[in-house]
């Protein structure tokens, strides 16, 4: 997983941002969710992104404390800042990679529940991230309902369909 160094830079440059104008801040969102779909470990990404959205809100200084809250806060604060009319342009660009991600990280679960090894075909995600798996489903399942709207009605099936525990 990532350490704290890597931790104090990605706080460091959500901090930056705070100065930056809307559209670095969108670029940066777009970049962190595509990330997420290739990282091999899709949860420091996320963690990322939850800041990026976060630093919209008025909770991100308790968010930067704990790691893990800045996760768990990621529906609320991502789809609060996609919903924004602002952002519409956003939200379209970032939901499809979103989804993606989600099918991964869903695909790979499903694998580890079954103690099954991952197909050579599917993109792997590190081993490290086997214990935060399942949450990091939980998490990227409810973003992508909160924002289901945005999603065409297969994918909105798709989701419908992913038993999430």
């Given at each position: 997983?990532?350490?704290?160094?890597?931790?104090?830079?990605?706080?460091?440059?959500?901090?930056?941002?705070?100065?930056?104008?809307?559209?670095?801040?969108?670029?940066?969102?777009?970049?962190?969710?595509?990330?997420?779909?290739?990282?091999?470990?899709?949860?420091?990404?996320?963690?990322?992104?939850?800041?990026?959205?976060?630093?919209?809100?008025?909770?991100?200084?308790?968010?930067?404390?704990?790691?893990?809250?800045?996760?768990?806060?990621?529906?609320?604060?991502?789809?609060?800042?996609?919903s924004?009319?602002s952002?519409?342009?956003?939200?379209?660009?970032?939901?499809?990679?979103?989804?993606?991600?989600?099918?991964?990280?869903?695909?790979?679960?499903?694998?580890?529940?079954?103690?099954?090894?991952?197909?050579?075909?599917?993109?792997?995600?590190?081993?490290?991230?086997s214990?935060?798996?399942?949450?990091?489903?939980?998490?990227?399942?409810?973003?992508?309902?909160?924002?289901?709207?945005?999603?065409?009605?297969?994918?909105?099936?798709?989701?419908?369909?992913?038993?999430?525990?």
């Amino acid at each position: 997983m990532v350490d704290q160094r890597i931790w104090d830079v990605l706080i460091e440059v959500v901090a930056a941002l705070q100065h930056a104008d809307g559209s670095v801040k969108r670029q940066w969102l777009v970049d962190a969710v595509e990330i997420s779909c290739v990282s091999t470990y899709p949860s420091t990404a996320l963690q990322f992104l939850g800041l990026l959205s976060g630093s919209w809100s008025k909770y991100m200084p308790l968010l930067i404390l704990d790691q893990h809250a800045v996760l768990s806060d990621l529906p609320v604060t991502l789809s609060s800042l996609l919903s924004d009319a602002s952002w519409g342009g956003v939200v379209e660009v970032i939901l499809p990679s979103l989804f993606a991600s989600t099918e991964r990280i869903y695909n790979w679960t499903t694998h580890i529940k079954r103690g099954e090894d991952v197909p050579p075909d599917m993109q792997p995600i590190d081993k490290s991230e086997s214990s935060t798996a399942v949450f990091l489903l939980r998490v990227m399942h409810s973003t992508c309902v909160s924002l289901k709207h945005y999603l065409p009605l297969e994918k909105q099936l798709q989701l419908a369909n992913m038993a999430v525990a």
